[in-house]
């Protein structure tokens, strides 16, 4: 279950209905899968091989057809980063990096943790979401955000695209924005 962190208060934000509110209100999409679903072995694995992934990909075949159906989405594909990953450290570093892109990012954790730094409102400013497997979630296109991993630096995803360069990244100048 997602939990919010609102930055300029140190505000949490927990419980299903709480952050479903809240996410609702700032335009994020917010959904669940049932991630029980997934093969034992599949399960918080985070060195799935090609044919491990593409079953992973065939147990949520209905939600993905689902979310596709309803907001466009044409290509999709699994994204596995844990300490397994050549170079972590740097593809974080090159991570934290506010941006936005034309396109609304997409992702299914179903395994790991992650989470989302999103602009708000004005008055609300930048908030987090912790991921955990099952959360889906969507930050709406041209809303400046990043995306990093939590302590354990542990992830599955599945991600949805509309078109492959609806995803490239463009940097987002914010002096509003405090690191830490
Ligand atoms: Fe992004």
Not at 18 to 36: N, P
Not at 103 to 108: G, S
Not at 149 to 170: D, K, P
Request: aromatic fraction near 10%; hydrophobic fraction near 40%; proline fraction near 3%.
């Amino acid at each position: 279950m997602a939990e919010i962190v609102i930055r300029n208060t140190n505000e949490r934000i927990t419980g299903e209905e709480a952050v479903q509110e809240f996410l609702a209100k700032q335009e994020v999409l917010y959904e669940k899968w049932d991630v029980t679903k997934l093969p034992e072995e599949l399960r918080e694995n985070f060195t799935l091989n090609d044919e491990q992934k593409a079953q992973v990909l065939s147990t949520f075949d209905s939600e993905i057809k689902d979310l596709a159906a309803r907001r466009g989405y044409k290509i999709w594909d699994i994204i596995t980063l844990s300490e397994a990953t050549p170079n972590l450290e740097e593809l974080l570093a090159k991570f934290e990096d506010v941006h936005t892109h034309t396109e609304d990012e997409i992702r299914a954790i179903v395994g790991g943790k992650g989470i989302f730094i999103i602009k708000g409102s004005d008055d609300l400013g930048y908030f987090n979401v912790e991921l955990s497997p099952g959360d889906v979630i969507s930050v709406p296109e041209n809303t400046p955000h990043f995306f990093t991993l939590m302590e354990n630096q542990q992830i599955v995803a599945v991600r949805l695209f509309i078109e492959e360069n609806g995803w490239i990244a463009e940097h987002y100048d914010d002096p509003s924005f405090v690191k830490a």
